[in-house]
């Protein structure tokens, strides 16, 4: 309990740091933990891996999956596909083939039983990566795509490669079957509980309930569909994608709350597991069997291959798709060799990697080379979580890969834009149906005007003069105001479903509506 306090801590403090010298946070804790690692008589305690995914992998997949949409998936579903199953697959068997050749006796499907573990980049760095480094929204959608969706993939070759080894037999038509099944459980359990959640929520009180609600899913979601041997990780990140935002009042309170909460709960678990990876490797290296220097060779050995085959796996695979979308004519960034490099790059791994290797079974007969196979996987952490997480930032400034926030600026006013004029259409609706007082309507046209500049609006010349006219008022019915903030936030909840559009400055918007809601007159 002292350690998880101090972790935490730990990731308080040195979070922001991070982020003020542009260093995804997950490496700065992970380095933290290595620190405490040499604390001579630091007690260690031994976790339980079966809570690992359960515990852990549902809240930080959700958090991280309500940041993009369905819209994002599917304009970019052959390049995420491309990673999340085909390459994850690829470096998996190559990994295998690698490791059971400088590991003398390795049985193959053991190795592929390590592949599978450290062949998915971690969902949780690449998005933090992504938001951090303001890389372009098609890069950052692929990266972001890829890390939530790669993990079904990886954990399904796992469990086959695990039942091979033991049972000695392996069947490339059951493992493709088992994937096939596993992932549509996961997405029917997600698009259940989806609908499910929907109508609670628009049944119980925005708050406390509907908050905890929001909560509680991710878990339920993960449980439903691994006891029926779906795939947990596709069915959380389905239930919050298919948690589409919703415009109305207990929907922006519920938003509000919710989303603050998952941002706290999103950084105090990402911390702590990643530095719990560092602290964790003393125990590790100390029970490796045989020379210690033998066993670090043989990590490096498959590190190296790890960040070869995504190199070697996506420059011609990038090359290829982007050739297709021309010929499609296909809308978006392009993709040149700066943003491969960038996507080669990104590609650190972390927590799924450590569940999977520490839940390599033990016992009689026992997992061959056990514990070397979890140095091994806990060096490939350490490697592209230190050396690629701590080089990115400056390889996208160098390479000139990011958006500026002119850019980004002026996409957020053409999304407040929109929604201003939304909320005016609203607003002409009540005073041509006659039902409102024509002050009320009067001062809620002045009220609205300097809401929308407090929320970022920033008038163009023919604005300006159209203010200028209306004198300073107080609004005296919030009933109103509400309509404008519904209507406008319709408009933001479209505009986020459609191509083109960046979810995340969607949610800044929408964050600034909802604000501006609860804040009464």
């Keep these: 309990m002292t350690l998880l306090l101090i972790l935490i801590a730990a990731t308080v403090v040195l979070a922001p740091l991070a982020e003020r010298i542009t260093v995804p946070y997950p490496v700065m804790l992970l380095a933290f933990g290595l620190v405490l690692a040499f604390i001579p008589g630091l007690e260690i305690p031994n976790v339980d891996p079966g809570w690992i995914l359960p515990v852990v992998l549902p809240p930080l997949l959700f958090a991280a999956a309500r940041r993009t949409s369905w819209r994002q998936f599917l304009d970019n579903r052959r390049a995420i596909g491309l990673l999340a199953v085909a390459l994850v697959a690829v470096t998996a068997f190559v990994v295998g083939a690698v490791v059971s050749a400088v590991v003398p006796g390795l049985p193959l499907a053991a190795g592929v039983a390590l592949g599978a573990a450290v062949a998915p980049p971690d969902p949780v760095a690449a998005t933090s990566v992504a938001r951090k480094l303001k890389l372009p929204r098609r890069l950052r959608t692929v990266l972001e795509g890829e890390g939530l969706s790669n993990d079904a993939t990886s954990l399904v070759l796992y ?27 996961g997405i029917a359990v997600g ?15 925005a708050h ?10 991710p878990f339920v979601a993960y449980g439903a569909a691994d006891l029926l041997h779906g795939s947990g990780v ?9 948690l589409s935002r919703s415009g109305d009042v207990e929907s922006a309170q519920t938003r509000l709350v919710s989303g603050t909460t998952w941002d706290v709960v999103e950084l105090l678990l990402t911390g702590a597991a990643f530095a719990f990876v560092g602290v964790e490797l003393r125990n590790v290296a100390a029970n490796v069997p045989g020379s210690l220097d033998v066993a670090i060779g043989q ?19 990038a090359a290829a798709d982007e050739k297709l979308r021309r010929r499609q004519g296909a809308s978006g960034e392009p993709t040149g060799w700066r943003e491969m490099t960038i996507a080669s790059w990104a590609g650190m791994r972390g927590v799924v990697t450590l569940a999977c290797v520490l839940a390599l079974p033990v016992g009689t007969p026992g997992f061959p080379e056990r514990d070397r196979l979890i140095f091994i996987a806990f060096v490939v952490i350490m490697v592209t979580m230190l050396v690629q997480g701590l080089t990115l930032p400056f390889l996208v400034r160098r390479l000139n890969v990011s958006v500026s926030n002119d850019a980004r600026d002026g996409a957020t006013q053409d999304l407040i834009r929109r929604a201003r004029a939304a909320g005016q259409r609203r607003l002409d609706e009540l005073r041509s149906g006659g039902d409102v007082d024509t002050d009320v309507l009067e001062h809620a046209g002045e009220n609205a005007d300097r809401m929308w500049h407090a929320i970022g ?32 936030r319709n408009e933001i909840v479209t ?19 909802d604000a501006r809601g609860a804040q009464p007159e």
């Design 159 to 185: 469990e086959v490669a695990v039942a091979a080894t033991l049972t000695g037999a392996f069947s490339p038509w059951k493992a493709t079957g088992t994937l096939a099944v596993a992932v549509t459980i």
């Design 191 to 205: 698009l259940a509980l989806a609908l499910a959640t929907r109508r609670l929520l628009d049944v119980l009180p």
């Design 208 to 217: 406390p309930s509907g908050s905890a609600l929001v909560l509680v899913v």
């Design 234 to 242: 596709l069915a959380v990140v389905t239930v919050a994608l298919a």
């Design 299 to 317: 990590a490096l050995i498959v590190t190296a291959v790890v960040i070869a085959v995504r190199f070697l796996w996506i420059f011609p695979v």
């Design 457 to 488: 609006f920033a008038p163009v010349e023919h604005d300006a003069e159209e203010s200028a006219r209306h004198t300073d008022h107080a609004m005296s019915s919030n009933a109103v105001k509400d309509q404008i903030l519904e209507a406008a």
């Design 495 to 513: 505009a986020r479903a459609e191509s083109g559009t960046d979810p995340t400055i969607v949610d800044v918007v929408l964050r600034r509506l």
